[in-house]
Nanobody
Framework: QVQLVESGGGLVQPGGSLRLSCVVS????????MGWYRQAPGKQRELVAQ???????NYPDSVKGRFTISRDNPKNTVYLQMNSLKPEDTAVYYC???????WGKGTLVTVSS
């Protein structure tokens, strides 16, 4: 059974940084495309970063240059480094694994002064 567990969310001031982690169990991690999504209140869930097993990455324009996704295959872990955070980055952040469409339970990030 594939399980994804996120950590690292919290309250941060505008302009600050946070690093999210997602540990994956029950899967051959290096074969999965890993992604981070977020969902703000009243909005649809959106992709914020994606990384293939070989390390190719993809970002939407809204976070490009501020967010960095990385993975440590031996540790079955994917990270999301978030810098220059803005209030509009406030959301629940979810880890995702494909194939199989697996989701974590999410971790809340709040950007506020």
């Amino acid at each position: 059974q594939v399980q994804l567990v996120e950590s690292g969310g919290g309250l941060v001031q505008p302009g600050g940084s946070l690093r999210l982690s997602c540990v994956v169990s029950g899967a051959i991690f290096r074969l999965y495309v890993m992604g981070w999504y977020r969902q703000a209140p009243g909005k649809q869930r959106e992709l914020v970063a994606q990384i293939t097993g070989g390390g190719s990455t993809n970002y939407p324009d809204s976070v490009k240059g501020r967010f960095t996704i990385s993975r440590d295959n031996p540790k079955n872990t994917v990270y999301l480094q978030m810098n220059s955070l803005k209030p509009e980055d406030t959301a629940v952040y979810y880890c995702h694994a494909q194939p199989g469409n697996y989701w974590g339970k999410g971790t809340l990030v709040t950007v506020s002064s």
